[in-house]
C-alpha cells in the first residue's frame, strides 16, 4: 500500500486512461432520445421500400398531380350549426424535384358562386402567388421569400407522402418514435419530425403494408381553438412502379373535410416558362401603409385586418373581427392608438364566417358586447369556450363568460353626434343570418361578402348572388351609401357597386 502512495502524480494520471477500454472512451449513444430514434429510423426506410425503393425513387424527376373532389365548408356554411356547405375542390401540383422548383395551382370556391383561382410558383429562395382570377388580390403578385417557400414546400410535401418520406430521410435528427397503436388486427407505427419550415408532423404508417396512412399536424384556429388537421392515404396503386395513394381523406378534429381523388404522373419535365411570372402581373406596390385610415369624420379603417372603428363620444364600436385573435389583437392596438382611454365597447360581425367571425375572442377578453343576430348566440359561446393552449390569447389566460347582445331587425347606437345603424338581412343564398352596418349621417355601409373589390388594380368583379341579394336589401331599406367597404377588398363606392350589378346583366335599384 506504500508503494501505492509513492506513485508519481503523472503516472497515476495516465493509468486510468490507459486502462480504460476505447469503447468507453466513444461511448455508444443510449437513453429515451436515442431510443425513440433509433425506433422511427426504419419505420421510414421501411416506408421508402415499400414505396418503391430508395434506388428508384432517386430517379425520380418529377410529380405531377391533379387532386379533385369535395370540401365541406366548416365555419363557411348557411347556419354555424350545420349542416356543412359542399364545394368543389380542384388543384394541380407539380413538384419538379431534379431543379427544385414547384408550381401549384389552386381553385378556392366558396358558397354559393365565389371563385378564387391563385397559382403558387416557388423555386430554390423565392416564389410567387398571384389571383388568376383577379378578383381577390388583382395584378399585384405577392412575393415569396426563403420562409414563405419552406411554408409553401411544407404544405405541400403534407399532401404527397413520398415528398415527407424524403423530407423525413433528410432530417433524420428530427425523427422521434411516438410507439405503435392497434387498428384493428394492424399494429401501426407512428412517429413524429419537423419539417424544414418547423412544423411538427405525425406520421402514422399502416403495419402490414409500411405505407405511410396519415399526416397529422396541430394548428389554432379562430372559432375552433386547438386543432388537429389530419390526411388519411388509401389506395395506393403503382405509378412507373412508384406506389401513390389516390385517396385522401381530411378532417380537422374529426370532421370530416375534404374528401379528395388523386391523379399522378410522373416525369413529365415541365417546360422552364411555367416557373416564370405570367404576363400582366406586376410587382406589389411598396407605399408604407398608415395602421388606419379616416374613411369619414372619427370613421376608420384599419388595415391591418379591414375592420372598421367607430368613434363615439364614450367609447368605440368595432365593425368585423376576422380570422383569429393575433389578427384582432393587432386591430385593437392600433385602435387604442386612435383612440387613447376610450373603452371598446362593442363588436359586430357582418356574419359568422371565420374571416368575418373568427377573431371575436380579444373583444370578448376586454369585455366588449357582442352585438348579434339571435342565432349566433350559441356560436359565440363556443368561440368563447374553445380551448386555446397551442396559441394561447387573453381570454385563456383569464377566462370570462362572454357579453351577447342579440337584435331581430334593426338596432341603432347614437350619442346625438355619431350614429350606426345595424340591419338584419338574412336569410340569403351565402348565410342564413346576416347584418348591414350603416353610417347615415357619413353614408357609409359596411358589408360582408357582397362586393369585394381586389385589394391592387381596377378591376370591379362581375356580381355574385349575392351582390343583387345584398342590393336588394339596400334598396328596400332606403340606405344611401356612397363609400362601401368590407374585410376583403378596397373601398368602393356606390357607383363601383352598381358597375358589378351591370356587369352580371341586372339593373341597379339604388
Ligand atoms: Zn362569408
Avoid: C
Avoid at 419550415?197 to 396519415?214: C, N, P, R, S, W
Avoid at 370613421?299 to 363620444?313: G, H, P, T
Amino acid at each position: 500500500m506504500v508503494g501505492f502512495r509513492v506513485v508519481p502524480r503523472f503516472i497515476l494520471a495516465v493509468i486510468p486512461i490507459v486502462g480504460v477500454p476505447l469503447s468507453m472512451m466513444a461511448q455508444a449513444p443510449t437513453g429515451p432520445t436515442w431510443d425513440s430514434y433509433t425506433r422511427a429510423l426504419p419505420v421510414i426506410r421501411q416506408a421508402i421500400e415499400a414505396s418503391g425503393g430508395a434506388e428508384r425513387l432517386s430517379k425520380l424527376d418529377d410529380v405531377s398531380m391533379t387532386i379533385t373532389g369535395r370540401m365541406h365548408m366548416i365555419n363557411q356554411s348557411l347556419s354555424p350549426n350545420g349542416p356543412l356547405a359542399i364545394e368543389q375542390y380542384n388543384a394541380k401540383l407539380l413538384m419538379d424535384l431534379r431543379n427544385n422548383r414547384s408550381w401549384r395551382q389552386q381553385e378556392s370556391r366558396y358558397p354559393v358562386d365565389f371563385v378564387f383561382g391563385f397559382q403558387q410558383v416557388t423555386k430554390a429562395n423565392e416564389g410567387f402567388v398571384i389571383d388568376l382570377t383577379l378578383n381577390n388580390f388583382g395584378p399585384e403578385f405577392i412575393p415569396l421569400d426563403k420562409d414563405g417557400v419552406a411554408t409553401a414546400r411544407a404544405r405541400d410535401a403534407r399532401e404527397i407522402p413520398l415528398l415527407l418520406l424524403r423530407q423525413a430521410s433528410e432530417r433524420v435528427a428530427t425523427l422521434r418514435s411516438l410507439g405503435t397503436r392497434m387498428e384493428g388486427d394492424n399494429k401501426q407505427e407512428i412517429i413524429a419530425f419537423s419539417q424544414p419550415d418547423g412544423t411538427e408532423v405525425t406520421l402514422t404508417f399502416d403495419g402490414k403494408t409500411h405505407l405511410l396512412a396519415k399526416v397529422e399536424i396541430l394548428q389554432d384556429n379562430g372559432v375552433n381553438g386547438d386543432e388537429v388537421l389530419s390526411s388519411g392515404f388509401s389506395d395506393y396503386r403503382p405509378v412507373n412502379k412508384i406506389l401513390f395513394p389516390h385517396r385522401r381523406i381530411d378532417s380537422r378534429n374529426g370532421t370530416l373535410f375534404r374528401e379528395l381523388a388523386y391523379e399522378v404522373n410522373l416525369d413529365m419535365h415541365p417546360a422552364d416558362a411555367l416557373f416564370d411570372l405570367p404576363k400582366g402581373y406586376v410587382a406589389p406596390s411598396t407605399s408604407a401603409e398608415k395602421p388606419a385610415v379616416e374613411l369619414a369624420h372619427n370613421v376608420y379603417r384599419i388595415q391591418s385586418n379591414n375592420s372598421l372603428a367607430v368613434l363615439f363620444k364614450d367609447y368605440v364600436f368595432v365593425v368585423e373581427a376576422p380570422n383569429a385573435s393575433r389578427d384582432s389583437e393587432a386591430a385593437i392596438a392600433t385602435i387604442r392608438s386612435l383612440a387613447p382611454g376610450k373603452p371598446i365597447r362593442y363588436l359586430t360581425v357582418t356574419h359568422h364566417h371565420e374571416d368575418h367571425a373568427g377573431g371575436a375572442r380579444p373583444f370578448m377578453a376586454i369585455g366588449a358586447t357582442i352585438v348579434t343576430t339571435p342565432g349566433n348566440r350559441r356560436f359565440f359561446q363556443r368561440i368563447a369556450s374553445a380551448s386555446h393552449t397551442i396559441r394561447p390569447d387573453e381570454l385563456t389566460q383569464k377566462p370570462r363568460p362572454p357579453l351577447i347582445e342579440t337584435f331581430d331587425k334593426k338596432r341603432v347606437f347614437s350619442d346625438g353626434e355619431q350614429t350606426l345603424e345595424l340591419y338584419s338581412i338574412g336569410p340569403n343564398s351565402h348565410v342564413n343570418e346576416m347584418v348591414l352596418a350603416y353610417l347615415p349621417n357619413q353614408r357609409l355601409l359596411y358589408q360582408g361578402d357582397a362586393l369585394i373589390l381586389p385589394n391592387s388594380g381596377h378591376d370591379i368583379p362581375k356580381a355574385t348572388r349575392l351582390t343583387a341579394e345584398v342590393a336588394t336589401k339596400i334598396k328596400e331599406l332606403g340606405l344611401q351609401p356612397a363609400i362601401i367597404t368590407d374585410v376583403h377588398g378596397r373601398v368602393a363606392t356606390a357607383d363601383d357597386y352598381r358597375e358589378s350589378l351591370r356587369k352580371a346583366g341586372i339593373t341597379p335599384q339604388f
